[in-house]
């Protein structure tokens, strides 16, 4: 069955709560511990690909970044945001897109994406997500990728994912990226089950 993924993020933020998701982090600990650990500028061009329900913005916003962007494929969930935030939602560049039709216009130093690139199951959309960053990312900028580990779940919010090992990623954007780091982390969602994501540093060539 073919889903249309914009209809179905739409329908998911319309019905559940940011606390109702299995991804919610108040504070996104482990983003901001590997951001934080690359010393970079206040002023460091930053996406948080798939963020709008995160609270990455909001927490970087407080640390003192000042370039931000957000892309998420909902609109809902991007209104809910700004309402969250409320004026400092002005400080950040909301971008409502498809990650599989988005084209980037300028460069960034970091892409950040936590539970993105596991919905993409079709090799010419993970292609085009590898291809996309590449062209968002100034050269040497950080890729920052958190997906489900092979020992994590099959599905996700009525979606079967694609489940990463080490090898797949490196893979996955050895063309375009050098792999700095890699490891994973046991995320405890809002129902107490665990899930196990690996997150991956790569650096663009």
């Known amino acids: 069955m073919c889903v249309d993924l914009k ?13 109702e998701v299995s991804w919610y982090q108040p504070y996104p600990k482990v983003s ?19 963020g709008g329900d995160a609270f990455l ?13 957000v892309l998420d494929i909902s609109q809902n969930v991007i209104q809910r ?23 980037p216009v ?25 291809q996309t960053a590449a062209a968002a990312l100034k050269k040497d900028g950080i890729l ?14 009525g979606l079967e994912v694609q489940q990463y090992s080490v090898n797949r990623m490196e893979e996955t954007f050895s063309a375009q990226f050098n792999r700095i780091s890699h490891f994973t982390h046991i ?10 994501f690996l997150f991956m540093l790569l650096q663009r060539k």
């Open 7 to 19: 209809e179905h993020w739409e329908n998911i933020y319309s019905i559940r709560k940011p606390e």
């Open 32 to 50: 901001m511990d590997i951001i934080l650990s690359l010393n970079l500028s206040l002023r460091a061009a930053i996406i948080d690909v798939g």
């Open 57 to 69: 913005a909001d927490v970087l916003l407080e640390k003192g970044f000042s370039n931000l962007s």
């Open 81 to 103: 945001a700004k309402h969250r935030m409320g004026d400092r939602s002005q400080s950040v560049n909301w971008i409502n897109e498809d990650i599989r039709e988005w084209q």
């Open 106 to 130: 300028g460069q960034y130093d970091v892409w950040h994406d936590r539970a993105v690139l596991h919905f993409l199951r079709k090799p010419e959309e993970i292609n085009k997500y590898v």
């Open 144 to 157: 920052v990728i958190g997906t489900f580990s092979e020992d994590g779940p099959q599905k996700c919010s």
């Open 187 to 196: 995320h405890v969602t809002p129902n107490k089950k665990e899930q196990e």
